[in-house]
C-alpha cells in the first residue's frame, strides 16, 4: 500500500488539504497528516484540523509521495520550515513524488524541485520566483516526472483524484471517482 504525508501549516487551506486526505484515504492509501508542532491547525477560513501527529515524529519514516496544501499563510509556513525543505529534497533525490496545490508549488521551487520542470500553481504564485528553466502551464493538474502541481481550491479534486492516479492506478482512481457522483457540466 502506497504512503502518503501530508504536512499542515497554520493558515493552510483546508479544502485542499481535507479533500487531498478525504480522497486518498477512500483509495486504501496511507496518508499521515503532520502538524509542524504539536498544535492544531487553524486553516486559512478559521476550520481546525487536528494532525495525526507532528513531524518531528515521522521525519525518519519513509513515505511514497509527500503533499503540500496551498493557502496562506499556510504556503508560507511550509516554505519557512527547514524540515519541509529537506523532506522534499530528500524525496526528489530518493526518486518517490512531491507534490504541491495553490501556493505550495512556491515551495517546490524554493526547495529547487522546479527547475527546468513544467508546473502550475496559485495565479501569481510562481511569476515572482526566479527559476531557472520553469515553464509555467495554465492547468489544473501538471505532471512533471515525479513533481506534480495543481492551481487552487477548485482543482483540489482533480488534483488529488491524479494523485490516487499515479499511486494507485487508474482503475482505483476510476472506482473512487465513481463514488463520487462527480458529473460534467
Not at 496545490?101 to 524541485?113: D, E, F, N
Amino acid at each position: 500500500m502506497a504512503s502518503v504525508l501530508v504536512p499542515l501549516a497554520q493558515g493552510c487551506e483546508e479544502l485542499e488539504a481535507v479533500t487531498v486526505v478525504d480522497l486518498l484515504r477512500r483509495a486504501g492509501i496511507s496518508v499521515v497528516t503532520a502538524g509542524l508542532d504539536d498544535q492544531p491547525v487553524r486553516a486559512s477560513r478559521g476550520m481546525v484540523l487536528i494532525p495525526d501527529v507532528t513531524l518531528n515524529e515521522v521525519l525518519g519514516q519513509e513515505f511514497d509521495m509527500i503533499v503540500l496544501p496551498g493557502g496562506q499563510p499556510g504556503a508560507t509556513n511550509l516554505g519557512k520550515d527547514e524540515r519541509v525543505t529537506g523532506l522534499l529534497q530528500q524525496m526528489a533525490r530518493a526518486g518517490k513524488y512531491t507534490a504541491a496545490i495553490c501556493a505550495a508549488p512556491r515551495v517546490l521551487a524554493q526547495s529547487g524541485l522546479l527547475e527546468g520542470r513544467r508546473a502550475t500553481g496559485y495565479p501569481g504564485s510562481l511569476e515572482t520566483e526566479r527559476v531557472s528553466g520553469l515553464i509555467y502551464v495554465d492547468a489544473p493538474v501538471v505532471i512533471d516526472g515525479k513533481v506534480i502541481t495543481s492551481r487552487g481550491p477548485g482543482t483540489a479534486m482533480d488534483f488529488a483524484l491524479q494523485l490516487i492516479e499515479v499511486l494507485a492506478g487508474e482503475r482505483k482512481r476510476e472506482e473512487v471517482e465513481a463514488g463520487l457522483q462527480r458529473i460534467t457540466l
